[in-house]
T-cell receptor, first 112, second 112 residues
């Protein structure tokens, strides 16, 4: 039973560039959430997708956007990268209506 | 909105000694509570959860946590730690909106 997978593992980008991160949920899960974990901090909720729509959003600017595909996989896009966007980006999957979320290994984004 | 406070940022402990990690939450509605563990350069692993029912919950590797509604706490304990328990531990809370709010984390360092 495959768990949550994310790609790429690491990424280095320059300020002002755009980046796309990818996530495949755990088998059987239909809801994907994205979190940003800055160094030395707890994860912060970015947004959640279900039925290909953004259902909830945390306190992140519109530069952060996402998408969910019919197979439940998801992408996180960040435009106009800032140095402060450097972080570990975590994807979590769950079943709609259930509180347990299972996390992937994360994508480490470094903005220079 | 809900929030989590982890009262200890770092906990050094000797092998085979007990450990307690303190977590307090704030919420105006009923909550679901979780402890996640993060090993270096990895994602989050679900350690244990409180959804309803018995207020004492246990993991398969010897950790336990007790939900105390009157004190709004969900402290994590282990009677005897191993070197392999060295990691960062995050307390998290969610409500019916299913977006997790995390504490800042507690770094546990187990020494021989």
């Amino acid at each position: 039973d495959a768990g949550v997978t994310q790609s790429p593992t690491h990424l280095i980008k320059t300020r002002g560039q755009q980046v796309t991160l990818r996530c495949s949920p755990k088998s059987g899960h239909d809801t994907v959430s994205w979190y940003q974990q800055a160094l030395g901090q707890g994860p912060q909720f970015i947004f959640q997708y279900y039925e290909e729509e953004e259902r909830q959003r945390g306190n992140f600017p519109d530069r952060f956007s996402g998408h969910q595909f019919p197979n439940y996989s998801s992408e996180l896009n960040v435009n106009a990268l800032l140095l402060g966007d450097s972080a570990l980006y975590l994807c979590a999957s769950s079943l709609v209506g259930q509180s347990e979320q299972y996390f992937g290994p994360g994508t480490r984004l470094t903005v220079t | 909105a809900q929030s989590v406070t982890q009262l200890d940022s770092q906990v050094p402990v000797f092998e085979e000694a007990p450990v307690e990690l303190r977590c307090n939450y704030s919420s105006s509605v009923s909550v679901y509570l979780f402890w996640y563990v993060q090993y270096p350069n990895q994602g989050l692993q679900l350690l244990l959860k409180y959804l309803s029912g018995s207020t004492l919950v246990k993991s398969i590797n010897g950790f336990e946590a007790e939900f105390n509604k009157s004190q709004t706490s969900f402290h994590l304990r282990k009677p005897s730690v191993h070197i392999s328990d060295t990691a960062e531990y995050f307390c998290a809370v969610t409500t019916n909106d299913y977006k997790l709010s995390f504490g800042a984390g507690t770094t546990v360092t187990v020494r021989a």
